[in-house]
C-alpha cells in the first residue's frame, strides 16, 4: 500500500519569474531557489510556505510543456505536487487501477527529485505530480 503522501508544492504556470514574483514578494515570501530543468525546457523559482513550497514555472523556450499550458490556458495553476516515499510503487499501483501516468518511469525533476505526473482526466481534471526525494530512494 502507498504510504500517505504530504503536499510537496503547488506548482503555478507565468510568463516570466519576475512578473509572477511581485506578488508573493510583496506578501513578505522569499525565494528560497531558481533552478532550471532543462529536460523539462523550464525555470523554477521555489518560495517556502510553511512545510510546502509554491514554484513558479517559466518556460525557457516555446516547445516547453509549460509554454504549451500557457498558450492554451494562461497564467495560474499548473499542478499539485505530492511527496511520496516510493514513486515506483506509487506509479505501479495507480497505473493497476487504470490511473494514467505521463510517463512509464519517474523522471529528474527539480531539486534532485524522480518525478511523474498522474494525467488531468485521471484525477478529477488536476494534474498531480508525484515526487521522491534521491536522497530517499535510487540516484
Known amino acids: 500500500m502507498i504510504e500517505k503522501p504530504v503536499l510537496d508544492q503547488i506548482g503555478i504556470a507565468v510568463d516570466s519569474l519576475d512578473s509572477g ?3 508573493y514578494r510583496l506578501l513578505g515570501i522569499e525565494v528560497d531557489g531558481v533552478e532550471e530543468v532543462a529536460d523539462q525546457r523550464v525555470r523554477v523559482a521555489f518560495l517556502p510556505v510553511g512545510d510546502a513550497n509554491i ?5 525557457t523556450d516555446d516547445t516547453s510543456p509549460i509554454a504549451r499550458h500557457l498558450e492554451k ?8 505536487c505530492l ?8 506509479m505501479s499501483q495507480l497505473s493497476e487501477k487504470g490511473y494514467r501516468l505521463l510517463s512509464e518511469e519517474p523522471l529528474r525533476g ?3 527529485c524522480l518525478v511523474c505526473f498522474v494525467h488531468p482526466k485521471s484525477a478529477a ?3 498531480i505530480e508525484l515526487s521522491e526525494s534521491i536522497a530517499s530512494g535510487e540516484s
Open 73 to 80: 490556458r494562461g497564467p495560474g495553476l499548473h499542478h499539485v
Open 21 to 23: 514574483l511581485a506578488i
Open 55 to 59: 514554484e513558479l514555472l517559466e518556460p
Open 110 to 112: 527539480a531539486h534532485d
Open 125 to 127: 481534471g488536476v494534474l
Open 83 to 90: 511527496r511520496v516515499a516510493d514513486i515506483r510503487l506509487a
